[in-house]
């Protein structure tokens, strides 16, 4: 039998030949945590596994990133990504007992609670509330390679492709999410962004202004509510890594 050789394709934008047996089609991610009226710029791909969540104290698992490393070391030798996509997800709306729960955690307790995501706004007489609506308005993302700014806009500007999608009859029911959940309806690069292993990669959350508190008549049992949400990044395209 002839054999023909490893099959591979040429990427518009990348000067090597893609060979099928090295790359997969995949995604890097990471979760950051924020909180009503924070102002700080919050760094994704900054801290793997084991590390604090950006903007936050508690620790990063399996559900939160992936990445070898922090992004500020650069992939690990032998990987690269072709970042075709990037997505912005608000994961979660929470709220903690500000006067006996010192830190938000991934599960949820009697002191901390966790639900989908709400269009809402910080306007007080809209009893359901929600983070959606002020954290797209208010947001500005950077995604920078080696200090290079490689795409930047709005929140609204990366479509999340993934997530919670619910048709419901009950008058209290709302589950939003940044865009449609398809990974067809993401934004789409022509050329891919470009990540070398070593070479610095970063996903800069700014808010422009405090972000509001989302009061939910629900979460009336907490004494001292403080409200926050969890927003994951990914990079969407072709990655390269050794075996596993």
Do not use: C
């Not at 500020?72 to 690269?80: Q, R, V």
């Not at 002020?134 to 609204?156: H, W, Y």
Request: aromatic share 10%.
């Amino acid at each position: 039998m002839t054999n023909t050789g490893t099959l591979t394709v040429k990427i518009p934008g990348f000067p090597q030949p893609i060979q099928f047996a090295d790359w997969t089609h995949d995604n890097l991610f990471h979760t950051v945590e924020l909180q009503s009226g924070d102002t700080n710029e919050v760094q994704a791909f900054i801290g793997a596994q084991g590390s604090a969540i950006p903007g936050g104290t508690r620790v990063l698992t399996e559900v939160d990133t992936n990445i070898p490393r922090s992004g500020d070391n650069g992939l690990s030798e032998g990987w690269e990504a072709l970042v075709y996509s990037i997505q912005v997800e608000p994961v979660r709306e929470m709220a903690r007992n500000g006067a006996g729960q010192a830190a938000f955690t991934l599960e949820d307790s009697a002191t901390q609670y966790s639900r989908p995501v709400h269009v809402g706004g910080s306007d007080p007489n809209y009893l359901a509330g929600g983070i959606l609506f002020d954290f797209l308005r208010k947001t500005f993302i950077k995604f920078t390679v080696n200090q290079k700014v490689k795409s930047e806009g709005p929140a609204d500007n990366y479509p999340q492709g993934a997530g919670i999608s619910v048709f419901g009859t009950s008058t209290d029911l709302e589950v939003a999410n940044n865009g449609i959940p398809s990974p067809r309806d993401a934004r789409a690069f022509v050329l891919p962004i470009w990540i070398q292993p070593n070479i610095a990669f970063v996903a800069k959350i700014r808010p422009q202004v405090a972000l509001g508190d989302f009061i939910v008549a629900a979460w009336s049992s907490l004494a001292t509510p403080v409200y926050g949400f969890d927003v994951r990044v990914r990079l969407v395209g072709l990655l390269k890594r050794p075996v596993q």
